[in-house]
């Protein structure tokens, strides 16, 4: 199954180093689908917390067709490319608001 820009997936990002997420945890897809379709067996996503810090970098995602358990955060800080090996589970797609948010906070966070 190719994963897909908006959707959510538990993603295995093993052993984390400093404050990097890690371990097994959802993430949002932010890739464009040609990435996500491409060779390059490449996804880039924002990995996911449930713990709220208040911070601007971090999208607030509910539960629902999300697949989320919880309410979660996307930490946009730490976008990151991941090989598409580490994608274990699709667990739903985030609505557009959402992902029209993350783009958002990405593009600030980015310079772009």
Same mark, same amino acid.
């Given at each position: 199954?190719?994963?897909?820009?908006?959707?959510?997936?538990?993603?295995?990002?093993?052993?984390?180093?400093?404050?990097?997420?890690?371990?097994?945890?959802?993430?949002?897809?932010?890739? !464009?689908?040609? @990435?996500?379709?491409?060779?390059?067996?490449? $996804?880039?996503? *924002?990995?996911?917390?449930?713990k709220? /810090?208040?911070?601007?970098?971090?999208i607030?995602?509910?539960?629902? !067709?999300?697949? @989320?358990?919880?309410?979660?955060?996307?930490? $946009?800080?730490? *976008?990151?490319?991941?090989?598409t090996? /580490?994608?274990?589970?699709?667990?739903?797609?985030?609505p557009?608001?959402?992902?029209?948010?993350?783009?958002?906070?990405?593009?600030r966070?980015?310079?772009?």
């Open positions: 199954m190719v994963a897909r820009r908006g959707e959510i997936w538990l993603v295995d990002f093993g052993e984390p180093v400093g404050r990097e997420q890690g371990h097994r945890r959802p993430a949002l897809i932010i890739s !464009d689908d040609r @990435l996500n379709s491409s060779r390059a067996d490449l $996804a880039i996503v *924002v990995p996911m917390t449930t709220m /810090r208040g911070l601007p970098s971090h607030e995602i509910e539960p629902g !067709d999300s697949g @989320l358990k919880h309410i979660s955060y996307a930490k $946009a800080e730490d *976008v990151k490319s991941v090989s090996n /580490r994608l274990i589970q699709r667990l739903g797609v985030v557009a608001d959402r992902l029209r948010r993350a783009e958002h906070v990405l593009r966070l980015l310079g772009l």
